[in-house]
Nanobody, 126 residues
Framework: QVHLAESGGGSVRPGGSLTLSCVISGSRPPNYCLAWFRQVPGKEREGVACIDDNSQTRYKESMMERFTISQDKIKNTVSLYIERLSPDDTAIYYC????????????????????WGQGVQVTVSS
């Protein structure tokens, strides 16, 4: 079982940047997907970016320019760097994990991920 714990959220002014981190503990399969999702109350959970055991990444197209996902396999962390934040980025951000089927890349589908962190609030306002 994988346990995920996010950190790094908070309040940021528009135009600022932020790095979210997620510590992964427990038993992780050799082939895996790690992802960041975000959710605004009343809306569906939205995929932001994912990274796999080969460090291949995938982003939601509208987020490719401002979001960067990375992982540290030694520290067992996955991070999300966000720059040029706007109020539209205000949401709860979740870290998620799943086993990756060999030969397939990760997809940003929340229903395919079965391990989730508690989420961390990011608020962008002036």
């Amino acid at each position: 079982q994988v346990h995920l714990a996010e950190s790094g959220g908070g309040s940021v002014r528009p135009g600022g940047s932020l790095t979210l981190s997620c510590v992964i503990s427990g038993s992780r399969p050799p082939n895996y997907c790690l992802a960041w999702f975000r959710q605004v109350p009343g809306k569906e959970r939205e995929g932001v970016a994912c990274i796999d055991d080969n460090s291949q990444t995938r982003y939601k197209e509208s987020m490719m320019e401002r979001f960067t996902i990375s992982q540290d396999k030694i520290k067992n962390t996955v991070s999300l760097y966000i720059e040029r934040l706007s109020p539209d980025d205000t949401a709860i951000y979740y870290c998620a994990a799943k086993a990756r089927t060999w030969g397939y890349r990760c997809a940003l589908r929340a229903d395919m991920f079965y391990s989730w962190g508690q989420g961390v609030q990011v608020t962008v306002s002036s």
